[in-house]
Nanobody, 124 residues
């Protein structure tokens, strides 16, 4: 029903910035909470941030708070993740996801639709 495609990943030096974009298509009513997750090989997929349906509220993992900003433009069916002051430990595949309910937003099981992921690599 909803397709999500991430873009904007790449290779950046520590201290640099990247902006990830998630394009939604299909049924995009704006009723979804949207989240960004990341995953490193051998580690569980972890929440980076999520944003409410209207974009008026946002929640961040402690590891990225103050450095990353999640935003959305419902008119354009886009969700963004601005990543500043990047660190090597931010290296991961980043996924956007859509949650149909207002529960379990901290874990992957709370999200129904997922993008394919985009690689972010931060070098020293």
């Amino acid at each position: 029903q909803v397709q999500l495609v991430e873009s904007g990943g790449g290779l950046v030096q520590a201290g640099g910035s990247l902006r990830l974009s998630c394009a939604a298509s299909g049924r995009t009513s704006g009723a979804y909470v949207m989240g960004w997750f990341r995953q490193t090989p051998g580690k569980e997929r972890e929440l980076v941030a999520f944003i409410g349906q209207s974009g008026s509220s946002a929640t961040y993992a402690g590891s990225v708070k103050g450095r990353f900003t999640i935003s959305r433009d419902n008119a354009k069916a886009r969700v963004y993740l601005q990543m500043n002051s990047l660190k090597p430990e931010d290296t991961a595949v980043y996924y956007c996801a859509a949650a149909p309910a207002l529960i379990r937003l901290w874990v992957p099981d709370g999200y129904r639709y997922w993008g394919q992921g985009t690689q972010v690599t931060v070098s020293l």
